[in-house]
């Protein structure tokens, strides 16, 4: 707490210091005018906004693209992964804590999607109580989401679709015509009192790059809307990030980065869960995600001549000393190179082929298990446009896949994959889309907390997905508006040593307004699920999904240029769920949450912005409908937390 009030006061009183010395330099100037005052950067919005860090943006393929830029994730501050999402109601991050948040696309579970972080495949599944991909939101400079239908280069097993998260380069962090940087920031939040830190240095000397950052989140547990403190909630969280690069005149980049965010605290017994027959336990989980990647290649897409090759390392490493010394350890290596050809402007093709080596390791002091997986693949996307009005975008893929179980079992198997997708402009900004995929996703690697089990695997067969969509869009002087229909089916997926069918269906709204300096939108969401050999429910759920039923997400946010400051405002709500009804328990009740911030960056202290958000506003006692076990009597689910406050002061060189 000392280092966090330390830390706050030097952040202050530098930027003061540095700001009255520009103000003694502006007073000998002439005076400006309020009509000439600078202008804050205009808030743009719309629902499949062009990530300038995505080379394909506009194609066939990301007509129904989920984009979250840099712009917004700095003007929203996100600190978890919910937050991240939180503005689109057709994705869901169950959990109330960051070791236990998963992300759920159209109710997939994403580690039924191809999830990369810097173009390096994750999705190591280590156990279900916890959370497949802990990101630091801190890092991130976009995120792409490609729901449902994804194209063949978004990687193997894309059986759900994809997410691309990108981290931060120095060209994103560095202020305008400088070569070095830093940034210090500091916040408070009420519920918790929890304290984060976190700093950056970075420069760039000619075509040289580099980069340092590092987090720390430490506080108590969190009270829920009734005013109940959540055992083993408290904020415990580090993470670091390291890059240094070489990009060339003509564009081309190398680059070496690595990462790693570690959370070693008492969670609640099964992470997930707040408690189970009003046992409240604890006990220690200490989890380390690293990610390593080299990269060479660049983003324009100019001309025959556009390669990218990636090498790359991902591990999860979960630790639970109670009861039994346990610890899981999924890794992967992977390789990916390919082109980009470009015939001319709108028609390309990708071609590459990539390699994943995937192991799942499992270790107490007295059994050792291992599973592993390798796969080959080779590619090829077409994007093409052959008429001004219409996007033509298909693909495929041939993998080839090889797994090893824990008693030495080998299956072979191999399977081809395609997808097509068009974009028909209509007229006066209208447009339809349409997508189709059936895909191969081999067989994939069980958790590592559930090797213990007595498996047979002779009846294991490869899973494979269909994925159809089609949707409306419409953007026309600051307004939009888009809708999509969807269905997602899986065959033969992987439960424990057997299969299972099951299949998501439903649709999407979306709508909104940007006036430049500001903008409103909502967005709605209704997803159902069902399983071929089961009734629908948390526990035959796990790893296939969530029943998150009917969603609405809204947000409004307008920045006063006179004054330098922005609010905003954000409601999250759930409709009544009765997708347990069937299998004899009673509907969720509703919940509704808002939420709303200002932040002020003062022209005269450019280098400085202050931030104040109010959390849960009216105190609602709710767990996000993606988190696990609401409908059992005997679970007490893993509650988000009630009204909270939360204070920032930032501070960039």
């Not at 943006?57 to 937050?83: F, K, M, N, V, W």
């Not at 330098?564 to 709500?573: I, K, P």
């Amino acid at each position: 707490m000392r280092l966090s009030i330390l830390l706050a006061s030097t952040v202050l009183s530098s930027t003061l210091i540095a700001d009255m010395a520009a103000a003694q330099d502006s007073s000998s100037s002439s005076s400006v005018s309020a009509a000439d005052d600078i202008t804050l950067e205009t808030i743009v919005v719309t629902p499949s906004e062009a990530d300038r860090y995505d080379k394909h943006h506009g194609a066939a393929d990301r007509a129904q693209s989920i984009y979250i830029p840099l712009e917004e994730l700095q003007r929203t501050d996100p600190q978890s992964l919910r937050e991240v999402f939180a503005g689109d109601a057709s994705i869901s991050v169950g959990g109330g804590i960051p070791v236990s948040q998963k992300v759920f696309v159209n109710g997939i579970d994403e580690a039924n999607l191809a999830v990369s972080i810097d173009g390096v495949p994750q999705g190591n599944r280590i156990f279900h109580h916890t959370s497949t991909n802990y990101i630091d939101p801190s890092l991130l400079k976009s995120v792409r989401v490609d729901p449902g239908v994804a194209p063949a280069d978004a990687g193997f097993a894309a059986l759900g679709g994809s997410i691309v998260y990108e981290t931060v380069d120095v060209q994103d962090l560095l202020l305008p015509d400088r070569n070095v940087g830093a940034f210090a920031s500091v916040s408070y939040d009420s519920n918790g009192s929890t304290f984060s830190e976190s700093g950056a240095a970075y420069a760039r000397h000619g075509m040289f790059e580099i980069l340092g950052y590092a987090k720390f989140a430490d506080g108590d547990d969190y009270e829920n809307g009734d005013g109940f403190t959540i055992p083993g909630t408290a904020a415990g969280f580090h993470s670091l990030l390291g890059k240094a690069a070489v990009e060339v005149d003509n564009g081309y980049r190398f680059e070496v980065s690595g990462q790693q965010v570690s959370d070693d605290s008492l969670r609640p017994y099964r992470a997930n869960i707040g408690g189970l027959n009003g046992d409240y336990s604890l006990r220690p989980y200490d989890l380390k995600r690293t990610n390593f990647s080299v990269s060479f290649g660049r983003d324009e897409v100019e001309g025959l001549w556009n390669p990218q090759f990636v090498v790359g390392y991902s591990e999860n490493d979960y630790t639970v000393p109670e009861p039994y010394g346990s610890e899981g350890l999924g890794s992967a290596w992977t390789a990916k190179i390919e082109n980009v050809f470009e015939f001319n402007e709108g028609n390309t093709l990708t071609t590459g082929v990539d390699l994943l080596s995937q192991i799942g390791d499992y270790y107490d002091p007295a059994e050792t298990y291992r599973e592993q997986v390798t796969n080959v693949g080779a590619y090829v996307q077409a994007r093409l446009r052959p008429i001004d009005r219409i996007n033509l975008s298909f693909g495929g893929r041939a993998d080839n896949n090889r797994f090893e179980g824990k008693d030495g079992t080998t299956l072979d198997n191999s399977g081809l994959s395609g997808n097509v997708f068009a974009e028909v402009d209509v007229y006066g900004g209208f447009s339809v889309n349409a997508g189709y995929s059936n895909v191969f996703g081999g067989i994939d690697l069980e958790e590592t907390f559930e090797y213990w089990r007595p498996w047979d695997y002779g009846n294991l067969k490869p899973v494979r997905s269909d994925n159809l969509t089609a949707g409306v869009k419409y953007e026309h002087a600051g307004w939009f508006a888009e809708g999509n229909v969807f269905n997602t089916r899986f065959w033969n997926y992987r439960d424990g040593d057997g299969n299972t069918d099951f299949s998501s269906w439903g649709f999407n709204l979306g709508a909104g307004y940007n006036w430049g300096n500001g903008f409103a939108k909502i967005s709605y969401a209704d997803t159902r699920l069902a399983l071929a050999d089961s009734v629908v429910e948390s526990y035959y759920l796990i790893n296939v999904g969530a029943g998150v039923g009917q969603i609405i997400s809204g947000e409004i946010a307008h920045t006063f240029t006179r004054y330098d400051v922005t609010l905003g405002a954000s409601v999250d709500a759930a409709l009544e769920y009765d997708g347990f009804v069937s299998a004899g328990y009673e509907p969720l009740d509703p919940y509704t949450v808002f939420n709303a911030y200002a932040e002020y960056k003062p022209k005269q202290f450019e280098y400085l912005s202050l931030r104040v958000e109010a959390n849960n506003i009216f105190d609602e006692n709710y767990a996000d409908r993606a988190t696990y076990g609401q409908e059992y009597d005997s679970i007490t689910p893993l509650y988000e937390p009630g009204r909270s406050f939360r204070l920032t002061a930032k501070l960039r060189y």
